[in-house]
């Protein structure tokens, strides 16, 4: 079992950035990548990016490439998800999800293990 906890989010302003955390636990051991995911409401549950623990290949949506870059520390057993120039469309509960074998990184159906996610409110 991984154990993964959200920490982070908050109520931004259009244009500012915020840092996203996630803490794992556990069989850390055998993860092979780990993700960031996002629901806005109404809407479904839609990658973000991932970061592939044996190499550190990234891999991220269109809509946030070139915005948000996600980075590990493995002294920690953290993921982060450094979100800059924030739009209002980035309004969501963003989650932090582990894959444990190889697989497509943007099917959420991929990931084994999923935090109890976070919101990133942003205003105009």
């Known amino acids: 079992q991984v154990q993964l906890v959200e920490s982070g989010g908050g109520t931004v302003q259009a244009g500012d950035s915020l840092r996203l955390s996630c803490a794992a636990s556990g069989r850390t051991s055998t993860s092979y990548a780990m993700g960031w995911f996002r629901q806005a409401p109404g809407k479904e549950r839609e990658f973000v990016a991932r970061i592939r623990l044996g190499d550190e290949l990234t891999v991220y949506s269109a809509s946030v490439k070139g915005r948000f870059t996600i980075s590990r520390d493995n002294a920690k057993n953290t993921v982060y998800l450094q979100m800059n120039s924030l739009k209002l469309e980035d309004t969501a509960v963003y989650y932090c999800?582990?894959?444990?074998?190889?697989?497509?990184?943007?099917?959420?159906?991929?990931?084994?293990?999923w935090g109890q996610g976070t919101q990133v409110t942003v205003s105009s």
């Open positions: 999800a582990a894959q444990t074998s190889a697989a497509l990184a943007v099917d959420r159906k991929n990931y084994r293990y």
